[in-house]
């Protein structure tokens, strides 16, 4: 008998481990724009993670002495503040890096809050139905009923301005969309074969939410997650930009925007790099979020 033992650990050090053939696979499919994307993201959370080592100066560091300084290049630039500073001396590069890593921060938590939320009543509506399905449905138009901004400033008024509280209510935001998608979903799966089949074998409901239902429903709820992200960043923006964001001196991409607003005329460096991340935040996550949804459902992968 051949002992085989000696060739083994040949074969396991050769062979591609699953997650980076997983990867290669990944990086293969996706096309020049995707790739583009993939890179840009890592490249924001990169900047976000290691803000604190990154950034030349402290955000909140004042120097009057210095203010309105355009960036390198223009009249006037300092080498020191590579994009200029704003209205009160402070560095615009170092505000972007932690403005960024702020308003990252607060869209994934408050995205996150509305997909558990949206979702768990979303998938409890459309598999109880009857009544609780009609009380859920009635938060949810209630919801859509009412300008959010009104909620917003209710909030605000009620709460304050503290970072816990933003979160809370730009997670309440979209929860209702979850809400609707995921019971939608639920409705027409309820009556698929596979099913039926479960509920004949004496599976029970939460058996059923979590094997049967939960996977089938993973392409529209990725896509409505990166949707529901971008849309927080803006209305964290908006927000910011009308006095209901975060206090000062905390800054978030859209807080130094609004607070820069009056200065687009004269020193308009003040707005531009934050109001670029933005930009650059809301394209990369629609463009992972169009390529996770044809990753993640079957239908559009088989064709």
Not at 98 to 126: C, K, Q
């Amino acid at each position: 008998m051949t002992d085989t033992t000696a060739d083994r650990p040949v074969a396991r050090a050769g062979r591609t481990p699953r997650y980076l053939a997983a990867l290669r696979e990944f990086w293969s499919e996706a096309d020049w724009i995707m790739r583009l994307s993939l890179l840009l993201a890592l490249a924001l959370v990169v900047c976000a993670v290691a803000a604190p080592l990154i950034a030349p100066f402290d955000p909140n560091a004042q120097s009057l002495l210095s203010r309105l300084r355009p960036p390198v290049g223009f009249e006037r630039a300092r080498p020191d503040y590579l994009l200029g500073t704003d209205e009160l001396g402070r560095d615009i590069l170092s505000r972007c890096l932690y403005g960024l890593r702020l308003t990252l921060s607060v869209a994934f938590l408050g995205a996150m809050i509305g997909l558990l939320l949206g979702g768990s009543l979303g998938l409890l509506s459309g598999l109880a139905g009857g009544l609780v399905d009609d009380l859920i449905m009635g938060l949810v138009d209630i919801q859509i009923a009412v300008p959010f901004t009104l909620i917003a400033l209710l909030a605000v008024a009620l709460f304050g301005g503290d970072l816990q509280v933003l979160i809370v209510v730009l997670g309440i935001a979209y929860w209702e969309q979850y809400a609707r998608i995921v019971r939608g979903e639920v409705v027409k799966l309820r009556g698929m074969p596979f099913i039926e089949a479960a509920l004949a074998a004496g599976a029970g409901d939460a058996r059923i939410a979590l094997r049967h239902v939960v996977p089938n429903i993973v392409s529209p709820v990725v896509v409505m997650f990166t949707l529901n992200f971008s849309n927080i960043v803006l209305l964290e923006s908006t927000l910011s930009f009308l006095g209901l964001g975060l206090r000062p001196p905390a800054a978030t991409l859209g807080s130094m925007v609004g607070m820069g607003r009056d200065y687009i005329p004269s020193a308009p460096w003040v707005v531009a790099a934050p109001a670029l991340l933005i930009v650059m935040i809301t394209f990369v996550v629609q463009m992972l979020g169009d390529f996770l949804r044809d990753r993640t459902d079957v239908r559009l992968r088989d064709r």
